[in-house]
């Protein structure tokens, strides 16, 4: 079975602090993904990569950056927390393009 | 560009049926569907592919509409495991490699 694990199910954090969230996937996936998930607004891309040190932006990347040194670990950086950051973030990863993409558990993150 | 999910919220017993539908503004090459629990992750449930055919999981079942630009998920005779939030995630022909997922439709079956 394909798993996808995130350090962290729930996090709490004050404003400006610096914030990683780790992603690991243990099915040699290609693709990679960040999602936060907001009541009423469905899951919104912040980020993905489809190689090693390959990232592209998605939708709301403003306040996030990623990396990604090793094929099965995608990290996700807030660079100084703030607020509106409180979120469900979840972690996924697929095989091609038009794949299953498989989710982590999710990492709850408060910013107080 | 996010996709448009209806209903945003459906109510059923156990046995009666539901659509959900999922419209996009732009030409779309695939449509994903996945349910959400309470509390997980999203499981994936189907893809639908530009020129596919109509696909079936059990008594889920969903159409693609390519010149009205959007799909249709069928659930029939539902189940109380049927429970959860759904969402469509689309492909657009001129974009790879990602996903833009609606916002949802939360759905409940009752005894």
């Known amino acids: 079975d394909v798993k996808v694990t995130q350090s962290s199910r729930y996090l709490v954090k004050r404003t400006g602090e610096k914030v990683f969230l780790e992603c690991v996937q243990d099915m040699d996936h290609e693709n990679m993904f960040w999602y936060r998930q907001d009541p009423g607004l469905g899951l919104r891309l912040i980020y993905f990569s489809y190689d090693v040190k390959m990232k592209e932006k998605g939708d709301i990347p403003e306040g996030y950056s990623v990396s990604r040194e090793k094929k099965e670990r995608f990290s996700l950086i807030l660079e100084s927390a703030s607020t509106n950051q409180t979120s469900m973030y979840l972690c996924?990863?697929?095989?091609?393009?038009?794949?299953?993409?498989?989710f982590g558990p999710g990492t709850r993150l408060t910013v107080l | 560009q996010q996709p448009v999910q209806s209903p945003q919220a459906v109510i059923l017993r156990e046995g009666e049926d539901a659509v959900i539908n999922c419209s996009s503004s732009k030409a779309l090459y695939s449509v994903h569907w996945y349910r959400q629990k309470h509390g997980e992750a999203p499981v994936f449930l189907m893809i639908l592919l530009k020129g596919g055919e109509q696909k079936g999981h059990e008594k889920i079942s969903a159409s693609f509409n390519e010149k009205k630009q959007q799909s249709s998920l069928y659930l029939t005779a539902s189940q109380l495991s049927y429970s959860g939030t759904y969402f469509c995630g689309t492909e657009y022909l001129d974009s790879s490699y990602k996903l833009i997922f609606g916002s949802g439709t939360r759905l409940l079956v009752r005894p």
């Open positions: 996924a990863s697929s095989s091609g393009t038009t794949d299953t993409q498989y």
